[in-house]
């Protein structure tokens, strides 16, 4: 599938996020979440620590890369939540950031970031991290 980007107006990245907060981390290589801890912020950026690793690792990375997640109050058996952020495996074989609209069973209604609602869509859980 190849998505028109539609750009949206959002909060500037020092209104959403503070220094100290611990956020998820998502690494492309890896393509996994990894917790994190904000050092500093920058525009889009943020500078930060991950939790258990040394200042060895600590690097900026990219809002669009970053979520908050409480993995520990969440609706289901698969710790995800409607309004958590998560990145979707798609047919064209590339990660998309998405925002879970809504669960049922062991199927999210997923709504993809800087994209219209005619995108929106119901993946399995094997499509999404």
């Known amino acids: 599938m190849i998505k028109a ?10 209104d959403k996020y503070t220094v100290g907060q611990t956020i ?19 525009k889009n950026r943020l500078f930060v620590n991950y939790v258990g690793q040394g200042s ?6 990219d ?12 609706s289901d058996e698969n710790g995800y939540a409607i309004g958590h952020k998560v990145k979707v495996w ?18 999210y209604l997923v709504q993809y970031i800087g994209y219209d609602s005619s995108y929106d869509e119901w993946v399995d859980i094997e499509d999404i991290c």
Do not use: M
């Not at 809002?63 to 969440?74: A, G, Q, Y």
């Not at 798609?90 to 199927?107: K, L, M, P, R, V």
């Open 56 to 61: 060895s690792n600590n690097e900026w990375v």
């Open 24 to 42: 998820e981390v998502w690494d492309g290589e890896e393509e996994d979440w990894y917790r994190a801890t904000i050092d500093k912020i920058e």
């Open 5 to 14: 980007e539609i750009k949206s107006e959002n909060l500037a990245t020092s």
């Open 90 to 107: 798609d047919d064209d074989e590339e990660w998309y950031s998405a925002i879970i609209g809504n669960i049922q069973n062991q199927q």
């Open 63 to 74: 809002e669009e890369d970053v979520c908050i997640r409480d993995r520990n109050n969440s």
